[in-house]
C-alpha cells in the first residue's frame, strides 16, 4: 500500500459494528492492519474531544461505526453520532486537518463484508490524503488550537 505505516481508529457501536468487525474475522475476512478498532457502548458516546485526541496523536483518519439508523440500541444514539461527526469535520477544517479523516458508517452485526469494505475504501482514502499533518507538529501546538477551536 505505502511505505508510511498509516493508521485508522475504528470506533465500534458494542452492539452492531464490534459484532460486524468480529464476525468479518470469523469469517477470515481482510481488511487494513492499519484499522485499530476501539469497541465503545454506543456511538452516541463517543467524545468530540477523544476523536480530536486521537488526530493529535497520530491517527491519520478516525472511522465511527454505528447501528443502522433506527436500530440504536440507545435509541437515538448513531444519529447524535453523526450529528457529532459532522461537526468535527468543521473543527477540523479550522485546525488545518481534511475533514475526509473522519468518516461515519452504519453496520448491522451482520455486515461483516461490509465493515471490511468500509474500512478498506476508509484506509485507501487517507492513503490518498497523506499522514496526518498534526502527528509531526508540537504537541503543545496542536493542543492550542483544539482549545481554541473547541473553546
Do not use: W
Not at 459484532?19 to 457502548?41: C, F, H, K, N, W
Not at 439508523?69 to 450529528?83: I, M, S, V
Request: net charge negative; proline share 4%; hydrophobic share 40%.
Amino acid at each position: 500500500m505505502s511505505e508510511t505505516p498509516f493508521k485508522i481508529i475504528a470506533y465500534c457501536c458494542r452492539y452492531c459494528s464490534y459484532a460486524a468487525a468480529d464476525l468479518a474475522g470469523v469469517l477470515r475476512l481482510s481488511y487494513p492492519a492499519e484499522t485499530r478498532i476501539v469497541q465503545i457502548p454506543c456511538t452516541g458516546r463517543l467524545d468530540m474531544l477523544e476523536v480530536l485526541h486521537a488526530f493529535e496523536h497520530g491517527a491519520d483518519g478516525v472511522m465511527v461505526a454505528g447501528c443502522l439508523e433506527g436500530d440504536c440500541h440507545f435509541q437515538e444514539g448513531n444519529l447524535n453520532a453523526r450529528r457529532r461527526v459532522e461537526h468535527i469535520k468543521q473543527i477540523m477544517l479550522q485546525i488545518g486537518l481534511e475533514p475526509e479523516r473522519i468518516e461515519m458508517f452504519n453496520l448491522s452485526s451482520a455486515m461483516a463484508r461490509q465493515f471490511a469494505d468500509a474500512a478498506t475504501s476508509m484506509t485507501q482514502q487517507v492513503i490518498d490524503l497523506g499522514p496526518n499533518p498534526l502527528r509531526v507538529e508540537d504537541h503543545n501546538q496542536v493542543d492550542q488550537k483544539i482549545v481554541n477551536t473547541v473553546g
